[in-house]
């Protein structure tokens, strides 16, 4: 299908390693301990990095990138996205984003996007992808594949939606996003309403399962979550109106909370990816029990980590960045806020062995920022440089005339 029609055609699409890069007389953060690494130069081969030292010297031959005292992290990881253009996939990685978790696209346009990284075309972000959403009314997914369309009339039994997770399989995806409760963006639903149980939650997780592929669940309510994670979901999609119960048996089984806490913010804000006034009024109660959901999973220990699922459009007012500000906000300190955007998420994808931090032979994804995120997460928002799989991605640097 479309993987290997993608496999063929991008074979020869050459990954040039080119020289080396160096971004020298940088204040390398390290997610795993807070240490600063003063004054280091990282050292970029191709798409890993070659070497971290305080102090070292610059290869010759190699391109520079003048730090100049500012703050290295790795690059941001957005765990629940929907980007299925160029255009907005070139937003996401210019806020600091080169890894990013697909929650589905219409037309498997993630599976693609992701084979075009792979094979150097794009410098990012990486793509992990869900391809299409498995859900009981599939609508105009239905073009994705034909195959679809024999769940014309909806995705209602455990056989269909094994086989629209089959249909997934196929196109080689990385995950199945399905759903256990109703959204909160459209003003006609209530996003505390179950859509599947735990029975038909299970079909998919075992089908999923079938290919080693985990399974994401967006449940704003609690019976629809309970439900899946029961199930065996790899992680729960927003959460909002998740009860003690429900997280204690998320930490007992190892399931990841993706909050989307800044989604909303953005209901209740003019503008950005939704701009209507029942939903400016469902912010209103959804904000303050989502903080409360968040909080709670944080004391329990519930792995959390940032997604902010938009789409990256011209008019998207949501970034990773303001995750993490949120969740300072809501009592984390700010290594572990930084942490939910960077190791933990990293983990919940299965890439802690490639990214989410920064260390030799580990991929070369990671931003410049003027300010240590450790005293002020803000300074996330303000991203100069951005490299991802060890091509410059963005350089605003430096900002003398004339350079």
Do not use: C, W
């Not at 150097?120 to 599939?138: I, N, R």
């Not at 904000?287 to 789409?311: E, M, N």
């Amino acid at each position: 299908m479309l993987h290997r029609l993608l496999a063929l055609a991008l074979v020869t699409a050459p990954f040039s390693i080119g020289a080396q890069l160096a971004v020298t007389h940088a204040n390398v953060v390290d997610v795993g301990t807070g240490a600063i690494i003063r004054n280091a130069t990282i050292v970029v081969q191709g798409r890993t990095i070659a070497s971290i030292t305080a102090g070292g010297a610059v290869p010759a031959g190699a391109r520079v990138i003048d730090a100049a005292g500012r703050f290295v992290t790795p690059g941001l990881i957005d765990a629940h996205t929907h980007v299925a253009t160029l255009a907005n996939a070139r937003r996401a990685l210019e806020s600091g984003v080169t890894t990013v978790r697909s929650a589905s696209t219409p037309h498997y346009e993630d599976v693609a996007f992701r084979e075009l990284v792979r094979t150097g075309v794009l410098a990012g972000p990486d793509m992990v992808a869900a391809g299409v959403f498995v859900t009981p009314d599939l609508g105009e997914t239905m073009l994705a594949d034909p195959r679809l369309g024999r769940y014309i009339d909806g995705v209602l039994t455990p056989e269909a939606l094994r086989g629209v997770v089959r249909v997934n399989l196929d196109h080689a995806v990385d995950v199945i996003k399905t759903r256990g409760s109703e959204r909160a963006g459209l003003p006609n639903t209530d996003p505390r309403k179950q859509t599947f149980t735990e029975a038909e939650l299970r079909a998919v997780v075992e089908e999923a399962a079938t290919a080693h592929v985990p399974v994401m669940v967006h449940a704003h309510g609690d019976e629809g979550a309970y439900a899946a994670v029961a199930a065996g979901a790899k992680s729960i999609e927003h959460g909002t109106f998740l009860s003690d119960s429900t997280l204690r048996l998320m930490k007992a089984k190892g399931t990841y909370l993706v909050p989307t806490l800044t989604t909303l913010y953005d209901l209740g804000a003019p503008g950005g990816d939704y701009d209507d006034p029942v939903l400016t009024l469902r912010a209103q109660f959804m904000i303050p029990r989502a903080s409360q959901t968040i909080r709670a999973a944080h004391a329990l220990g519930v792995p959390i980590a940032t997604g902010v699922d938009t789409d990256y459009r011209a008019a998207s007012l949501s970034r990773v960045s303001h995750e993490v500000l949120h969740f300072t906000e809501l009592g984390f300190t700010p290594l572990d806020a930084l942490r939910a955007a960077t190791t933990v998420a990293a983990e919940l994808l299965g890439l802690s062995a490639r990214t989410g931090r920064l260390a030799p032979g580990l991929d070369a994804d990671f931003i410049v920022m003027e300010g240590n995120p450790l005293d002020d997460p803000r300074a996330l928002q303000d991203v100069l440089v951005v490299i991802s799989n060890g091509k410059v991605a963005l350089n605003r640097l430096p900002f003398g005339k004339g350079n």
